[in-house]
């Protein structure tokens, strides 16, 4: 039982289920499209998207009560002795709108406006399986602008109920927490980091450049970024040891795509991994031309569907490294597949016609030596491409701390495409193509950026984030047909060794 008075719960409420940044934001979409989509006053619009969206956050959180108990802790009215005026405070809420719609001379609004009730009432009535009753709460805000312009038309009404759906669903609060399984006691501690120096000229000299978090999972930890004085390469100082940064690679680690049941959205979660690989290969594609029985290298294979599709296509000899044992995936088990580090690897040098690195090298501990292996192990006319985040795009820019590239703390180098080039060029490789994007999609940094953003370092929970991600996704298709002329997110290098 609750010893706090009403107003004070009611204060409680309001600071933190109602005076948030995301629903300020809903509020100005909401009370926007309110005004550009029919005849509404300025000042009554904006009243009207507040008090509608006041009265249904509160009306869910009366009605997910017993939810959040289990689920989402001691939230006020969860513990409130004055749950009951919370209900009249609801049902009280509903005389400014039927005032409004009534000094709009609107019965058919009226009408509407009670039918959305009635249809939410019934909603928590019938309580559909969550995963359901989701999507189905969040069309009320669209529905809001559709109470004050009726006149829409089909086309206009459509735009607007996907966007705001898709707003409210990327920002829904059960898209957290993510899926740490480490604790708060479990946070590194001084010894678990080491100090490192510029990977590219060697210098210790730096200044500070930004300070990350796990974002992805939530793991803890603040992570420093430091840029070299002397040639502008940005890299993780001090960094964890390797035996700490072990325990930020878990079973749900997005490479290693262990989860493969997403209900419903399974065949587009198997369709987007699939015109990944294929990106992979008509990178591939640009860079040589492969015939059977030719070797092929990937460093950081992952779940190993590349190469599968790689050795189904070309009939190639295929190795994958990856220092996690991911020997029981059905396509790792298909491939000669070595666990561990590349330095440990016996491989025979001069013998690779295609070597590739796909978000790899920003990982590594040891940049220079990998590439200078690299160097040896490819044949005469062989060819390296090496995929990695780009800093000096404009995903970092918008994001800073959040951008998905840092990675904190497995992204150990940011690179830059002068710092990219530069490395390769130090290793003896020349660079025969750059491209300023690359096989991953940059719409994944976006979405992911946003979501960090909103989430401050309380990870993502992917089962949450898969629907906002496809929807999304849709939304932005006209930006991301331009892709490959925006520098979002990636770059590409596709070298030869120096004669």
Known sequence: MSSKSWPEDLRSWTATRLLRAHIGLLWLLVTGCMLAAGPVPMVSGALLAAILIAQFRLWDDLADRAWDARHNGPRVLTASVHGARFGWLCAGAALPVLALFWHWDAAGRLGAYLFLCGAMGGLYLVEPPRALRVPLVLLKYPFFVWLAAPSLSLQAALALWGALAAYELLTYDSIHPGTSTMNLADMPASDAFEACNCYLCGADAADALVTGQDDLTGKPGRFSFVQCRRCGMAYQSPRLTLDWVKHYYDDEYIAHRKKTDWGWLTPFYQRAMRKHDLGKLAMVDRALRLSPGQKVLDIGCGAGTFLLELVTRDKVAATGVDFKDLSHLPAIKQ??????????????????????????????????????????????????????????????????????????????????????LAMAEKQGLVVEEYLPWGAFPAYFYLFAGFAFKLLRGRGLNLDKAILPYFLGQVLLAPVLLFERRLNLAMQTVICRRAP
Request: aromatic share 10%.
């Open 335 to 420: 491939l000669d597949f070595r666990c561990g580090l590349l330095a440990d690897q016996d491989l025979a040098p001069g013998s690779f016609s295609l070597i590739t690195m796909w978000h790899f090298l920003e990982h590594d501990y040891d940049p220079n030596a990998t590439l200078a292996r690299c160097r040896d192990l490819l044949a005469p006319d062989g060819r390296l491409v090496i995929e990695v985040p780009r800093l000096d795009s404009l995903s970092f820019k918008l994001y800073r701390e959040r951008w998905p590239g840092l990675q904190a703390p497995q992204h150990t180098v940011l690179y830059s495409r002068a710092s990219l």
